[in-house]
C-alpha cells in the first residue's frame, strides 16, 4: 500500500505560481508513475500532469502546457507540480496518483492510477 499527502495548496491571485507536493510513504516510490488531476466543483476530475518513474517523460493537459511543470525526487519520496501563470479556471482541489504501470496504459486514463491522495484546495482569484 502507499499513502500519498499533499500539500501546497491556497489561494493565489491570477497570474501567480503555486507549487504543490506529494509526499509518498513507502519503499516502493520509484516504481510508480505519479501523476495530477483536479476536480473543481460540480465537474469530473481531469487530467492535469503526469510523471513516469524515472523522471526521464513529463505528460500534461494541453489546458496547462506551457505554464504547469512536474517533477519528482526519488530520493524524498516526492512528487511536485509547480504551477505559474494560474488563472481562476485552475481552481479545483488537486490530487496527486500512483500507477504501478502494471499494464502500461495512458498516463491520461485516471483509471489506470493506483493510489490517491486526499487532495489540496487551489483557489485562484481573478
Known amino acids: 500500500q502507499v499513502q500519498l499527502v499533499e500539500s501546497g495548496g491556497g489561494l493565489v491571485q491570477a497570474g501567480g505560481s503555486l507549487r504543490l507536493s506529494c509526499a509518498a510513504s513507502?519503499?516502493?516510490?520509484?516504481?510508480?508513475?505519479m501523476g495530477w488531476f483536479r476536480q473543481a466543483p460540480g465537474k469530473e476530475r481531469e487530467f492535469v500532469a503526469a510523471?513516469?518513474?524515472?523522471?526521464?517523460?513529463?505528460y500534461y493537459a494541453s489546458s496547462v502546457n506551457g505554464r504547469f511543470t512536474i517533477s519528482r525526487d526519488n530520493a524524498k519520496n516526492t512528487v511536485y507540480l509547480q504551477m505559474n501563470s494560474l488563472k481562476p479556471e485552475d481552481t479545483a482541489v488537486y490530487s496527486c496518483?500512483?500507477?504501478?504501470?502494471?499494464?502500461?496504459?495512458?498516463?491520461?486514463?485516471?483509471?489506470?492510477?493506483?493510489?490517491w491522495g486526499q487532495g489540496t484546495q487551489v483557489t485562484v482569484s481573478s
Open positions: 496518483a500512483a500507477d504501478d504501470r502494471r499494464y502500461s496504459g495512458s498516463y491520461y486514463d485516471l483509471q489506470n492510477y493506483d493510489y
Open positions: 513507502g519503499r516502493t516510490f520509484s516504481t510508480y508513475a
Open positions: 510523471i513516469s518513474r524515472s523522471g526521464g517523460s513529463e
